[in-house]
Structures are given as C-alpha cells and as structure tokens.
C-alpha cells in the first residue's frame, strides 16, 4: 500500500511539471493512465503501449558529441600492485616498485602517472575522471609536466559521501586547463544523486566556487522514495506506465539543469551475467527517450556507466565477464542507443575484477578491444599495435580460472580486427585434461581478419568432469602457415563442488610470451614431518631463458594463488635454504574501534631473528609508500613494533634459522595508546615448534584483536622486477592446499605472459565413486558420478593446540574456520580480502558487551567443545565451506543450553542472509531457504521458511543432520527426519557462520547461540 501512495502522490507532484513543459509527450497515453490504479494489470498493460512510443522517441536521437567519450576512473593507488597480502584476483599488467618512482616509492609521484596517462594513449582515451581530492590536483599538475593532452573530469558526490566540496580545490579546478569541458562549461561526473531540488542547489555551488558553469551529468541508478523499473521487469517481464512516466519526467525536470543523465545501475541475469533485454527493452530507451527530447536533442549527453565485471573477493560473483561478452555488450549499447558518454568503471580496482587496466589474466585484451572500438568512432584507420607478432592473428581466448559441476564450459575467441583487408583464417581448437586426452575437437572455425568476430564453444559437464584441469590446445592457419599453440596458454582448474574463483583469462596470442628455453620440474609432493596431512611441500626446478626480459616469474596454483615468486636479490632471504621465513600479523575483527597499538615483540632462543620493515613517506600518510627495497632489522636490537588493527591486514615478515625453530618461543606484549582502549594492555607468547602442525596459529582476544604467526605460503610483496631474460632456481613450495594444479607462470617488462604446462598434485587415486548433485539451466538439477575422493568431506578438529582459535580440517587450508571471526589468516589469503563484506561486519556487528570468542572447553573423554555464553560469540567459516551450486550435507553436535529461547546455530550470508538458516522458534527447529540472484535491485528472488516438529533437548548432547539434495531438504535431529521440497541456487553466499547472526527473534531476544558445539562436518554430497 505504502508504495501505491508513493506513486499517487509523485503523479500530483509531477503534474506541475508536465504542464509546464513546451510540450507533453505521450499526451493519450498519460490521459489514459490518470484514470487507472497504479500497478493495476491495465497499469502493466498501458506499459507496453507507453515503452512502444518511447523506444520510437528514443530512436529519433542525436548525438550531443562527434565521437562518444569514454572516461576511466583512476584511482589515486594506481601502481601499487607489487603488494599481495590484500589477495588480488589479478594485478596490473606493468607492476613493479621500480616503475612508481624512487626512495621512498610512492603511487603518488609523477612516474607513476606517466605510466598510467601512455597507457591511456594505447586504448585511444582522451579522458579520465577523478574524485576531486588531493590526488586530484596531483594528476592536474603532471599532465601539466608531461605535456599531456588528456583531459581529466572532476568526480563529484553531491550528498558528500566522498567528502564535502573545498573551496580552494574547486578554485584549482576552474583554473586548471586540463580540465574536461561540454559547450563551455565544466564537465562533472558523479555517483550519487540527491532528489532535483538538492541536486539543483548542489550544480549552483560547482558554479560558485570554480567560476565557471557547470556541466554536470546527473547519475541515476535508482529514484529513491519509488520502485525501480528493474523490480517490475525482473518479476513480470513488464514495467508499468506510471512507473515509466514518473522516471520520463524526473529525469526530464533534471536535464533543466544538468548537462545529461546516466544510468548507473548493472543489471544482471541469476547467473550473474548482464541482463541485455532490460538494457534494450526499457532503461535505455527510456534515457535516450529523454535526452531525444525536441528541447533537449543533440544538446544534453545521454550517459551510461560501464564494467568488464564486477567479481568481489571471494567468489561472489556480481556481474560476471563472461568472456569478453560483457564489456562488448557494454559497447553495443552505446552503438545502438547513441550514447554520448561511458564512465568506465573502473581504471585499477584490483580486487573487484571491474578494472579496464592491462593485468596479468587479461593482458592488453580489453586495450584491443576498446582501441578498435575508439578508432571505429573517430574514424581512424585500423592497425595493430605496435610491436606485435603479425605472424598470429589478433585473437583473444578467453575461459574460466576454475569450473565447477553444473553449467557448461566455455571458451570465447574473438577476432579484433585490426586491419581493412578481409583476410581469412581458420582456427581449430583442442581441449585436453590433465592426461593429455583431447576430450573436445571445435573443427575448424572460420574468422577474418578485418571483421569484429567471436566464436563460444560449450562443453557440457558430464564431458569434463573427470579431468582435473581443461587445457587449450589451438591449430592457427594464417597467411598461409599452420601453428601449433598449446603451452604459454593459461588453463581451467576442474573442481567438482566448489571454486573461490569465479574470474575469466582473456589471452591475447599476441601477448603469448614464448620462451626459447623453458625446463621446468616439479618434484612428488610430500608431507612435513610432524605436520597436519594437508600441509605439503613441492620440489620445483626450473631453467627458463624468454625473448624479453622478466618483470615476475611466480609458481602459482589453481591459477589464482602464489605459492612462490622468483627473486635472485633475496629480499626476504626466503633463497637462504639454512632459514624459515615467518609472518607475524594484527588484525581487527568486525572494524571494532580499539585505537593503535605499541608491541614488543621478541623470539626467545632465536638469535639469528630478523625482520622487515620500510622506510615511509610520512607525508603521504593515505596509503603505504615505501622504500625500493625492504629494510632488515635485527630484531632482538628493534623489537617495537606500532599499527593501528583493522579489518587490513597489519604484517611484519620475520627470518630465523631453520635449526632454531624447535626452541624458540615468540612473546607479544602490547599497549593500546589511543581510542577507546587506551591504557589497556595485552601479551600473548607461542613456542613457534607448534607451527610445524598447522603452519599457522592465531590467537583472538575478547575485545576483537587477533595476532597471527604463520610459515608464509607466499611473500607479502612480489619482488622487484627481475629485467632479465634469464631465469634458474631450485625451490621447495608450501601450502596447505593437499590437491591443485600447480604451474609457472612469467611476466615480460613488455606486457607478454607465459604459463607453463600444469601439474597436477592430488590425493591416490580412487576407484569408489561418489555423486555430486548440481543445477545447471535448462536440465535443472541432475547427478553426476565424480571420485570419491575428489569430492571435499570437511570435519573440522576441535583443538585449541593445533592453530589456536583456527578449526583446522584435512580437507584443506581453504575450508579453516577461525574460532571468533574471519579474516585472511586461517585461509592462507585464499578466498578473502578483509572482513568487511563477512558474517562478521554483515550480521554481528559490533556492540557494547558482545562477546568475540567462545571458550574452548575439555570434556570428560579428553576431547574438546566450544562454549557459547549466549552473548555474541560465533564460528567463521569460509566460503568454499559450503558449494555454490551443489547438494550437501552438515552434521553437528550440540548441546543448548535454554532451549526456550529462539536461537541460530549456523548461516550462510553475504550482505544479507543468503542461502540457508538454521534456527529454532518456540522451540523447534525452522529452516530458512534465501534464493538469491547476482545482483539488481531486487536481489530476493524468494524466500521459503521450513517449520518442523523438531526440537532439540536441553542439556544434553543432540545430533543435527542437514541435507539438501537440490530438490528437497532433509532436517534430522537426533534419528528423527522431516523433509521439506526445495529447490534453486543458494550460490550467492559468501561465508557461513555458527552461533548466531544478530537478528532479532519475534520474541525481542538477539538470535546467538547459548550451549556447546563439539563437531561440525560438511561433505559436498547429498548421497
């Protein structure tokens, strides 16, 4: 009802508007729609005849600019990539501290945007945008020193969410002559909006303080206080007419003052791919409608807000690439509806996967694209770029990083042409496993060289389920010779159940570093004495010698993660064989406020301790900005160490011999000296023998700080650029990761990648079979025979002295719960970034007297149990605990302690709850089911409650079991089952937790936990 009202009651405020104008569009059709009820089924009716006139009207659109801009947002820490403690799903293309400048580094300095702004000039952009800050007028005044002629766009948020306008900046920018301008006045992008008379006032004030007019370009994802035409459309297919009239003249009062409007929501299907139909059947003719306006044709810019993908950090996918299709739908739009201008969003977000910028997985295929895209609009003649292989054609392939079970597998090769001459070539392709059988053969696939082409081959998953890995093999009949191109080519890892990364490659041939020599050996896997069965090591040799010299050189596994980095200058003396290198980490848990930190810290019995820090450029305090090289300190002479906690990760790395290790003991003393804990001191003291078990151990105090030591898997910083062509090392990896596809992979200083053939490193072989359960669209839910011994059966062990507050599992490192929170640490950086977007943030945040930390308590038989006070407390798991589109099942025990009281025991969640909860009201067990899309406004596509006749006994030790076979759900407690149908993707969740959420029961109490938990289990199988 309340939205009705809304609508009533904009139609009244809208009238003045629309009788005001020099003329009223679709006059029959609004008469027609004043005598209905809004919503109404002749509202949706009288919607499809209104959508009809306005794509008409949209079709009748000029372009406002000769040629459509399109603007990068480059974010002020462009460069600053040789970090990899933040978990990257990829990194620049041209990384390196060398490149940013010289003692101290800094992302800031003028070598860095040199680097940026040619980059620029290789996809043809003359624009970039900016929020208008410090960093702001930096890059004014090196395009000022470099002679530059782009053109930069202030960035604006008019509700201030990125900070309130100052004056004397805005004064800069009126005088600048690099600024960006439309028909004499400044250009301004935004990304928020404020309702038209707050955003009127707002474009008054940009005027003031610049002096200038302002040409602002109103963002619009979204009117606020009114549904969106996205949640009509994406439940009925329709929008109705009040709707589409409202938006029509909304979006009309603000071109009476704004230089344009742009849409800057991304839509997208339930599989996380853009929703095409919505862009040309309704959003977009709409603001083309608008801008296409007698008044306003040809004179107000028609924008749209564009990204290659939008992939948060731990495989919660929002917008997937989908190859290349995503950012080529992009391109298509504008094409189709005359667009005048395209934020691209965005220039180097490394962990989002949204970034235009030339990386490692994707290196200068977004850079073909859009530089055959500008040409095309600016009339210039096609070419390839410089220094390339013109004996390949310029073909990109493009594929998953990781598959999983389910839908089928994809390989994208799109022809960008490069040249007028129509020139024909074939293509045939190859998809070979892990034991070099050919389990595809595409034939031959025609392109031509001057022709914008694509050709996405499907295989289904019954074909490829039993490889370990999918690897492309490509014939290449071009201008008369036939090439053979298999190794140099990035490859798919094949998990049956469950990935943490859901990013595509997009291989340029022509950015294939082929080596002339490349030897490499990759030893048998073997177990650590004394360690847990999941920790391994690998031998690796290799002996390499490439064309061009070497930025990295990285063994890397399941092609997302680092597991070592080639460094002949032994920074972190991680080369010395006589050594151990550790890393000492603070973190904050849930962002809870404590202040900055001062500890001592020292190794007992470990004289040969070392660790590392770097100089700082204090004037720059925004982010880190440091010394070329690492700085080595003794650490018994430079034991104080100061940080402020937070949800980022705050590490030291440390070195120590080897033959100290089993006597050494490591103490942590600290004080808070600012915040709300000032005065408050902890310590916390660890023998380091006991890392040989886990490799890992933590510990979290009550008030939400958590100090972690742990023997590295990788390196928090690439090494500085190798700029040789040359490479021979012996090494030995580590990694809690017990099975994976291992492989090489170089970097040129030129922007060339090269991946050597994988490896497989798994578990003995298996003759049982088992079944995993998946969905995939049109088959629905099906069984697929997988072995057995493939498909992950996690059971956490309940030990405080294996890893401290970490629930260690012989599953392997990436499925480690974290007793108290969730962060990078127990995961090994796999699969998180901070704890930002988890349960943590998300559901349980931070109160006055909540409990972190359940207590470990030990039982009569001389086993171990987590004890919940009720209080807040709870277990992070991670999110490749739980499949993203497969049956399982959950097992655990526990022991409530007031079974009166309505409590969660475990969730899956994101933002929200999405996927399944497990709770009890009035004293019995209810499953909650959140089926969840990928994203849009609306990201509930339902929501089903399970009421069972279950309840759980107080004070003893009950036994729940938890199955969901795709099609039912199946509760068990204590031998009796309930059965539920249920069916879709809970696929959207990114972590789970036990213990509670936060949320409030109907009875008033907070949903935590109250009892003890002594197992937890989850096997990726309904069978």
């Known amino acids: 009802m309340k939205k009705v009202v809304s609508l009533l009651l904009f139609a009244a405020a809208l009238s003045v508007a629309v009788s005001a104008a020099e003329k009223v569009y679709f006059k029959e059709i609004r008469e027609k729609a004043a005598k209905i009820k809004p919503l109404s089924p002749e509202d949706f009716q009288l919607g499809r005849e209104l959508m009809a006139e306005v794509r008409k009207l949209a079709a009748k659109k000029i372009p406002a600019v000769s040629a459509p801009i399109i603007s990068f947002e480059s974010l002020s820490s462009a460069g600053r990539m040789w970090y990899t403690d933040h978990n990257y799903t990829d990194r620049q293309l041209f990384c390196g501290r060398d490149k940013w400048g010289s003692e101290p580094v800094s992302q800031f300095q003028r070598a860095s945007h040199k680097k940026t702004f040619e980059i620029f000039d290789l996809y043809g952009i003359k624009t970039f945008n900016s929020f208008v800050g410090e960093h702001f007028l930096r890059y004014c005044d090196s395009l000022e020193a ?23 900046r805005m004064k800069r920018v009126g005088q600048s002559p690099h600024i960006m301008r439309h028909n004499g006045g400044i250009l301004y992008l935004c990304w928020t909006w404020l309702n038209i008379s707050k955003s009127r006032e707002f474009v008054k004030q940009l005027e003031k303080m610049t002096g ?62 853009l929703d095409i139909s919505y862009y040309y059947d309704i959003i977009m003719p709409l603001f083309a409608a608008i801008c296409a306006q007698d008044k306003y044709n040809g004179k107000k810019l028609c924008g749209l807000e564009i990204l290659t993908g939008y992939n948060n950090y731990r495989g919660r996918q929002r917008l997937s690439a989908n190859g290349t299709k995503t950012l080529r739908q992009y391109l ?80 994208e090769l799109l022809q960008v042409p490069d040249s007028s001459e129509a020139e024909k070539f074939t293509v045939m392709v190859e998809i070979l496993n892990d034991k070099n059988q050919i389990i595809y053969n595409s034939g031959e696939l025609t392109f031509f060289r001057s022709l914008f082409t694509d050709h996405t081959l499907s295989i289904p998953a019954f074909r490829w389920i039993d490889s370990r890995v999918l690897i492309t093999r490509l014939t290449i009949d071009y201008q008369g010779k036939r090439r053979v191109i298999q190794e140099g080519l990035p490859f798919t890892v094949v998990r049956p159940s469950t990935i943490c990364d859901t990013t595509w490659y997009s291989t340029p041939l022509r950015n294939i570093l082929f080596p002339k020599k490349s030897s490499v050996a990759f030893g048998k896997a073997v ?73 001592n810290v020292r190794i007992d019995n470990a004289p040969s301790a070392v660790w590392f820090t770097h100089v700082m450029d204090k004037k720059i305090p925004y982010m880190s900005n440091v010394a070329l090289k690492s700085l080595e300190l003794p650490l018994d002479k430079n034991p104080e160490y100061s940080t402020t906690p937070t949800s980022w990760r705050r590490a030291r790395n440390i070195s120590i011999k080897k033959s100290e290790m089993d006597k050494a003991v490591l103490h942590v003393d600290g004080e808070y000296v600012s915040g709300p804990d000032k005065g408050k001191k902890f310590s916390w003291s660890l023998p380091l023998a006991k890392l040989k078990s886990a490799g890992v151990f933590n510990k979290i105090f009550e008030d939400g700080l958590q100090i972690a030591i742990e023997i590295p898997q990788r390196m928090d910083i690439l090494p500085l650029p190798l700029n040789t062509d040359t490479a021979a090392f012996e090494t030995v990896l580590h990694t809690g990761y017990p099975d994976g596809i291992f492989a090489l992979r170089a970097v040129s200083m030129e922007g060339k990648v090269w991946w050597s053939a994988p490896y497989t490193v798994k578990k003995d072989n298996s003759s049982e079979i088992g079944v995993v359960t998946v969905s995939a669209d049109p088959l629905g839910a099906y069984e697929l025979p997988v ?14 002295g294996i890893a401290g507050n970490i629930l260690t599992a012989s599953a392997g490192r990436e499925f480690y719960g974290n007793v108290g929170g969730y962060d990078l640490v127990p995961t090994g950086y796999e699969g998180y970034h901070c704890s930002v977007y988890s349960i943590p943030y998300s559901f349980i945040r931070w109160q006055a007297g909540r409990k972190f930390v359940p207590e470990y308590e030990k039982l009569a038989d001389g086993s171990w149990c987590l004890n919940f006070s009720g209080k807040g407390e709870f277990v992070g798991f991670p999110p490749s605990l739980f499949p993203q589109r497969a049956g399982y099942q959950v097992k655990f025990e526990f022991m409530p302690f007031d079974v009166d009281r309505d409590q969660v025991y475990f969730t899956h969640a994101e933002r929200d709850i999405a996927g399944f909860r497990l709770r009890t009201e009035d004293c019995r067990l209810v499953l909650d089911f959140y ?6 406004v609306d990201s509930t596509e339902s929501k089903k409650v399970f009421k069972t006749n279950l309840d759980p006994e107080e004070g003893k030790w009950n036994k729940i079991e938890f199955k969901y076979d795709m099609k039912k759900v199946y509760i068990t407690l204590n031998g009796k089952t309930e059965s539920f149908p249920c069916s879709g993707l809970s696929r959207w969740f990114a972590v789970g937790g036990f213990g509670g959420d936060g949320t409030k029961s109907k009875n008033g109490n907070l949903h935590y936990f109250k009892g003890k938990l002594k197992s937890f289990e989850v096997i990726h199988s309904a069978k």
């Open 212 to 273: 200038h007019p302002a040409a602002f370009i109103y963002s619009c994802g979204t009117v606020r206080d009114l549904e969106d035409p996205y949640v009509f459309w994406n439940k009925t297919r329709e929008v109705p007419a009040t709707t589409i009239l409202y938006w029509f003249d909304y979006l009309t009062q603000i071109l009476e003052f704004s230089a344009g409007v742009e849409f800057s929501n991304r839509m997208t299907t339930a599989e996380g791919n």
């Open 931 to 936: 089926r969840r899309q990928a994203g849009g």
């Open 787 to 800: 072995e057995k011994n493939r498909i992950p059966h996690i059971r956490y062990r309940f030990d405080p």
């Open 332 to 411: 298509a739009i504008a094409d189709y509806f005359k667009l005048d201008i395209l934020k691209a969003f965005e220039w180097d977000e490394y962990n989002e996967d949204s970034h235009f910028q030339p990386t490692v997985n994707k290196p200068m295929a977004y850079q073909r694209i859009l530089k055959y895209w500008n040409d095309r609009n600016n009339q210039k003649p096609l070419t390839p770029n410089k220094g390339d292989d013109l004996s390949l054609p310029n073909l990109i392939i493009s594929h998953r990083k990781q598959v999983v079970a389910g839908p089928d597998y994809t390989l």
């Open 527 to 599: 177990n650590p004495a004394g360690a847990l069965p999941e920790r391994i090591e690998l031998p690796l040799s290799a002996d390499l010698e490439f064309p061009e010299k070497l930025n990295t050189l990285e063994a890397v596994q399941n092609g997302r993660d680092t597991r070592f980095s080639y460094d002949p200058q032994n920074e972190y003396r991680q080369n010395d064989i006589d050594r151990q290198s550790l890393i000492l980490s603070f973190y904050r848990l849930e962002m809870k406020p404590g202040g900055k930190i001062r500890t």
């Open 146 to 168: 470099l002679n530059s002629d782009l053109k930069i766009i202030p960035t604006v948020t008019p509700d201030g969410q990125n900070g309130k306008l100052d004056p004397e």
